[in-house]
Structures are given as structure tokens and as C-alpha cells.
């Protein structure tokens, strides 16, 4: 059965518009059944699968299945007819063809690089007024650093790592599964294509040994719960001389006694008597940064109402200026009364005519009129 007698469409049973994943799956499907591994000794099940795998070849490479719907198999001849002709193209390479559906079991490539180092996290707690200023904080972590000993190579000084007998310095080796040839990591190198014989006493051939780390780490003013520095490179250390991972320290702001915290906006509640409400005063509030802000209480005030102080909120993180601070105003009623309070305000509850509270006036004028009075 020759492959340029046939059309490539009919070798793997598809329509002439089938997607590449119909192609792929039929390929698979006939690859599979007559794969010599499990014929073996069968001529006719051997160019059969020679078939499957040219049509796959072509078909599964727009520009070659382009110039194959255009010019059949006068495209890929010596010499081919149509204009960029593949002349001579081989579609004998099965080790290409199971590389594109299997990955890289057939594919080339050297050693296995070694792998950087793991990064790290470490959760840091700091205060709103840290957040606010910013510091400098010192802390302590056990971490792989590179062994002083070896200086990281895992052999013990004086000696040196060689190629790998098992796979020839490759990192990797072929082994039979079925009727497929994978390829895998050296089980005597780790992929790494070399081996120590001698292996460092102190790291134990590693190239990294655990030990406590101090650093210092800055903190910029304007952090939030959720703020993640990055301190490059002061993660684990990598094997045999690798490069080191990174420290990713994590923000945890604690809750303050009088500010909550949205974003750069800073807000207090602030509590008033009913007569500093009725007729109005002057607060003063202290921001983060030691400033002390007079905040006007108008006549009148009701609870909840929100007064805005322009400037005194927390810092832009990475940024100029910042935020506000509002102030809430919770009115308090009194609980203790003297006899005298009591007396001037039962002299006050007789002299109301209803427009003193207009809300509470409106809301009673209201029921009267949905219940009929």
C-alpha cells in the first residue's frame, strides 16, 4: 500500500474538513492498531501504519495540509509542482510523529537543568502606626543556604562530580512500555547527568544545609493587611549551586483602638452628647502622623452623619500623598440624670411645638395619614 497512491483523508477515515483533534484521535486510534509492536511479523499491518503515519504527518501541519488539498502528492515529490513545494519531505520519521502526540517521551534535549531554589513565605504582623510610617524590621528564618564547605557543588572539596554511566551525561534514559518507548530521568543521576562519589559532609551532596538567616526587611509606609514583599533571591537555596528561590513576606496589620482602616480612608466613630448635637461645637482628633485636626460639629448634627478631614488618612503606598480620615458621629442620649437635668428638660418637653424634630415630626404625620389617625 503506498502512500502516494492513497488519499491521505481515507488512510485515517476523516472527511477532507475534519478539525485537527479528529485527525489526531483517528491518527491515534489506527496508529495504535497497527503499530508492528503488536503485529509483528505482518507486512500488510506494517504499511498500514507506514500509511497512517504519513497522512498524519501531512495532515496535521496546516501549511503542508494546505499545499495537499492543493496539489496532492505532487507537493511533497522532488521537484514538486505547486509553488513552495516541500520537495523530498520523508514522512518515515515516526520518532517526530509520536514526539507530537506523546510530548517529549522522543523529543532531544540535554541534561535537566538544575532546579532554583523553593521560595519561601513568612507572615509578619505590624501595627497601624507601622503602617502608616513605614519601618525597617529585622527578622529570623531557618532557610537552605549554600553549603560554605563544598560552596555548593555537593562534592567534598578537592573532588568533582562525573558524567553518569547509566544515561552518558544525558540526565535521561529510554525504557519499553508496550509498544511505546518513553523516555524518563536517569534513576541513577536524578536528570542531572552527573554523580558524586564523594559526596560533601556537611551538605551530604545537596550543596545547601539549613541554618538560621537574619534579614532586614523595610517596609514602605502605606502597606495593607495583604501586602506582599518581595526580598529576591533570600529564598531556599538551590541544589548543587542552583539558583536561589525568593522570601515573599506577607502583611498582617492588627486592628487599632480608634481608626478602621479602608484602604487610605482612616475611620473613627466619634460619640457627642444630645446637647453638643443640638447646638453644635468644636472637636479636636489627632491623625496617625501627631497632627491634631479641629473638627466643627454643626447645630443640629444626627447620628451617623460622616465629617471628612481632607489629608489625614494613611499614606499612598508607593505613591504621593493621602488619604482622609472620616469622623462618624454617634449622638449619645444621657442615662444618669440629676434632678435638676431632669426637671430642665421636662421645662423643655413642654415648650415643643414638633418642628424642633422634624423627622420625627413627619414620620408620625405619616403614620396618621396610612392608619386613618
Same mark, same amino acid.
Given at each position: 500500500?503506498? *502512500?502516494? =497512491?492513497?488519499?491521505?483523508? =481515507?488512510?485515517?477515515? @476523516?472527511?477532507?474538513?475534519?478539525?485537527?483533534?479528529?485527525?489526531?484521535?483517528?491518527?491515534? +486510534?489506527?496508529?495504535? $492498531?497497527?503499530?508492528?509492536?503488536?503485529?509483528?511479523?505482518?507486512?500488510?499491518?506494517?504499511?498500514?501504519?507506514?500509511? @497512517?503515519?504519513?497522512?498524519?504527518?501531512?495532515?496535521?501541519?496546516?501549511?503542508?495540509?494546505?499545499?495537499?488539498?492543493?496539489? %496532492?502528492?505532487?507537493?511533497?515529490?522532488? %521537484?514538486? %509542482?505547486?509553488?513552495? !513545494?516541500?520537495?523530498?519531505?520523508?514522512?518515515?520519521?515516526?520518532?517526530?510523529?509520536? =514526539?507530537?502526540?506523546?510530548?517529549?517521551?522522543?523529543?532531544?534535549?540535554?541534561?535537566?537543568? #538544575?532546579?532554583?531554589?523553593?521560595?519561601?513565605?513568612?507572615?509578619?504582623?505590624?501595627?497601624?502606626?507601622?503602617?502608616?510610617?513605614?519601618?525597617?524590621?529585622?527578622?529570623?528564618? =531557618?532557610?537552605?543556604?549554600?553549603?560554605?564547605?563544598?560552596?555548593? /557543588?555537593?562534592?567534598?572539596?578537592?573532588?568533582?562530580?562525573?558524567?553518569?554511566?547509566?544515561?552518558?551525561?544525558?540526565?535521561?534514559?529510554?525504557?519499553?512500555? &508496550?509498544?511505546?518507548?518513553?523516555?524518563?530521568?536517569?534513576?541513577?543521576?536524578?536528570?542531572?547527568?552527573? @554523580?558524586?562519589?564523594?559526596?560533601?559532609?556537611?551538605?551530604?551532596?545537596? !550543596?545547601?544545609?539549613?541554618?538560621?538567616?537574619?534579614?532586614?526587611?523595610?517596609?514602605?509606609?502605606?502597606?495593607?493587611?495583604?501586602?506582599?514583599?518581595?526580598? /529576591?533571591?533570600?529564598?531556599? *537555596?538551590?541544589?548543587? &549551586?542552583?539558583?536561589?528561590?525568593?522570601?515573599?513576606?506577607?502583611?498582617?496589620?492588627? #486592628?487599632?483602638?480608634?481608626? $478602621?482602616?479602608? !484602604?487610605?480612608?482612616?475611620?473613627?466613630? @466619634?460619640?457627642?452628647?444630645?446637647?453638643?448635637?443640638?447646638?453644635?461645637?468644636?472637636?479636636?482628633?489627632?491623625?496617625?502622623?501627631?497632627?491634631?485636626? $479641629?473638627?466643627?460639629?454643626?447645630?443640629?448634627?444626627?447620628?451617623? +452623619?460622616?465629617?471628612?478631614?481632607?489629608?489625614?488618612?494613611? #499614606?499612598?503606598?508607593? !505613591?504621593?500623598?493621602?488619604?482622609?480620615?472620616?469622623?462618624?458621629?454617634?449622638?449619645?442620649?444621657?442615662?444618669?440624670?440629676?434632678?435638676?437635668?431632669?426637671?430642665?428638660?421636662?421645662?423643655?418637653?413642654?415648650?415643643?411645638?414638633?418642628?424642633?424634630?422634624?423627622?420625627?415630626?413627619?414620620?408620625?404625620?405619616?403614620?396618621?395619614?396610612?392608619?386613618?389617625?
Amino acid at each position: 500500500m503506498s *502512500a502516494t =497512491e492513497i488519499d491521505f483523508y =481515507e488512510v485515517l477515515g @476523516v472527511a477532507r474538513d475534519a478539525d485537527a483533534a479528529t485527525i489526531k484521535s483517528a491518527y491515534r +486510534k489506527l496508529a495504535m $492498531q497497527y503499530h508492528p509492536d503488536r503485529n509483528a511479523g505482518c507486512k500488510e499491518n506494517e504499511d498500514k501504519f507506514k500509511a @497512517v503515519s504519513a497522512a498524519y504527518e501531512c495532515l496535521k501541519d496546516p501549511q503542508k495540509r494546505a499545499a495537499y488539498d492543493r496539489y %496532492g502528492h505532487a507537493a511533497f515529490q522532488q %521537484g514538486g %509542482g505547486g509553488p513552495g !513545494g516541500f520537495g523530498g519531505q520523508d514522512f518515515g520519521d515516526i520518532g517526530d510523529i509520536f =514526539e507530537t502526540i506523546f510530548g517529549s517521551a522522543f523529543g532531544g534535549g540535554g541534561r535537566q537543568q #538544575p532546579r532554583r531554589g523553593a521560595d519561601l513565605r513568612y507572615d509578619m504582623e505590624i501595627t497601624l502606626d507601622e503602617a502608616f510610617h513605614g519601618r525597617e524590621r529585622q527578622i529570623e528564618i =531557618e532557610v537552605s543556604q549554600t553549603c560554605d564547605t563544598c560552596e555548593g /557543588s555537593g562534592a567534598t572539596p578537592g573532588t568533582s562530580a562525573r558524567r553518569c554511566n547509566l544515561c552518558g551525561g544525558m540526565g535521561k534514559v529510554r525504557a519499553k512500555q &508496550g509498544f511505546f518507548v518513553v523516555e524518563r530521568a536517569c534513576p541513577n543521576c536524578h536528570g542531572r547527568g552527573e @554523580v558524586i562519589e564523594s559526596p560533601c559532609r556537611d551538605c551530604r551532596g545537596e !550543596g545547601r544545609i539549613d541554618r538560621p538567616q537574619a534579614l532586614d526587611v523595610e517596609i514602605p509606609p502605606g502597606v495593607d493587611t495583604g501586602t506582599r514583599i518581595r526580598l /529576591s533571591g533570600k529564598g531556599e *537555596a538551590g541544589p548543587r &549551586g542552583a539558583p536561589p528561590g525568593d522570601l515573599y513576606i506577607f502583611v498582617h496589620v492588627r #486592628p487599632h483602638p480608634v481608626f $478602621q482602616r479602608e !484602604g487610605t480612608t482612616l475611620l473613627t466613630r @466619634v460619640p457627642i452628647s444630645f446637647t453638643t448635637a443640638a447646638l453644635g461645637d468644636s472637636i479636636e482628633i489627632p491623625d496617625l502622623g501627631g497632627d491634631h485636626h $479641629q473638627v466643627t460639629i454643626p447645630a443640629g448634627i444626627q447620628s451617623g +452623619k460622616q465629617l471628612r478631614v481632607r489629608g489625614a488618612g494613611m #499614606p499612598v503606598l508607593q !505613591g504621593r500623598g493621602r488619604g482622609d480620615m472620616v469622623v462618624e458621629i454617634v449622638v449619645e442620649t444621657p442615662t444618669k440624670l440629676t434632678r435638676a437635668q431632669r426637671e430642665i428638660l421636662e421645662q423643655f418637653r413642654e415648650t415643643e411645638t414638633g418642628d424642633e424634630c422634624p423627622d420625627s415630626k413627619g414620620f408620625f404625620d405619616r403614620l396618621r395619614t396610612a392608619f386613618g389617625g
